[in-house]
C-alpha cells in the first residue's frame, strides 16, 4: 500500500504512463496538488490493475497526448472522493478521467473544464457510478475526423450510474458532436450499454446533436 498524504506533484513527465504516480497495488491519495504533469496515459495519476483511492486532492493542468488528462485506469477500481479535477486535457479521450475497464466510483467533488476530442470530464468502458460531483464546462471538441466530438461531459461506453449530480455548461462541439452531457453507446456491436439517472441536474448543456443526453 502506498499512501501519499498532502504531496505536491508538479510538471512530471512519463514516457509511458501516470505522469506523477503509476500503480498496480493499492495507492491511498488524501490531499495534495498534482499539477502539470504529462504522460500519454494518465497525465497526473494511472491505475493498472489495483484499488485507488483520491480524496480532497487537486488535479490541474494534467495533459495526455492520448487519453485521460487527470487519471487513467486500465483495470481495477478507481475510488474519486471530493476530488477537484479541473482543466486537464487529453488529445483523444477523456480530458479528466479515462477508465478503460474495472470500477469507477465518485463522490462529491467536481469535474470541470476538461477537454478531449472525445468525453470532456470522462470516459468509461467500465462500470462507472457518478454520485453527488458537479460536472461543468467541460468540451469534448473533436477532431477533422468523422464521429468525433461526443460527448461534452460523460461518455459511456458499457454501464453508468449518475446520480445527485449536477451536469451544466458542457459542450459537445464538434461538427457531428452529439451528447453535450452524455453520450451513452458503443461502436461494438456485442456490447449493451446501460445508462441509469437519478435526481440530477442537466442545464446550459450543447451540442451538434441532443445537447443533453444521447443513449443509444
Known amino acids: 500500500t502506498t499512501t501519499l498524504t498532502n504531496a505536491t506533484f508538479a510538471n ?3 514516457s509511458n504512463a501516470g505522469g506523477a504516480v503509476a500503480s498496480a497495488g493499492t495507492l491511498n491519495v488524501s490531499g495534495g496538488t498534482y499539477s502539470g504533469n504529462t504522460s500519454p496515459s494518465g497525465g497526473a495519476l494511472y491505475n493498472n490493475t489495483g484499488t485507488m483511492t483520491v480524496s480532497n486532492a487537486s488535479l490541474t493542468g494534467n ?4 487519453q485521460g488528462g487527470a487519471v487513467l485506469q486500465q483495470a481495477g477500481t478507481t475510488n474519486l472522493n471530493g476530488a477537484t ?6 488529445t483523444a479521450l477523456g480530458g479528466g478521467v479515462v477508465i478503460i475497464g474495472g470500477v469507477l466510483n465518485t463522490s462529491g467533488g467536481s469535474i470541470s473544464s476538461n477537454s478531449a476530442a472525445n468525453a470532456g470530464a470522462l470516459y468509461s ?7 453527488g460531483t458537479t460536472i461543468s464546462n467541460n ?6 475526423a468523422a464521429n468525433t466530438g461526443n460527448a461534452g461531459a460523460i461518455y459511456n461506453a458499457l454501464s453508468l450510474t449518475v446520480k445527485n449530480a449536477t451536469l451544466t455548461g458542457n459542450t459537445a ?3 457531428s458532436g452529439s451528447g453535450g452531457a452524455v453520450y451513452s453507446g458503443s461502436t461494438n456491436d ?12 442537466f442545464a446550459g448543456n450543447d451540442a451538434a446533436a441532443a445537447s443533453a443526453i444521447v443513449a443509444g
Open 173 to 175: 462541439d464538434g461538427t
Open 85 to 90: 479535477i479541473t482543466g486537464n486535457t487529453a
Open 190 to 201: 456485442n456490447v449493451t450499454t446501460s445508462l441509469k439517472v437519478d435526481s440530477s441536474l
Open 139 to 144: 468540451t469534448g471538441s473533436g477532431t477533422a
Open 12 to 14: 512530471n513527465t512519463a
Open 125 to 131: 468502458a467500465g462500470t462507472a457510478t457518478v454520485d
Open 63 to 66: 495533459t495526455s497526448s492520448n
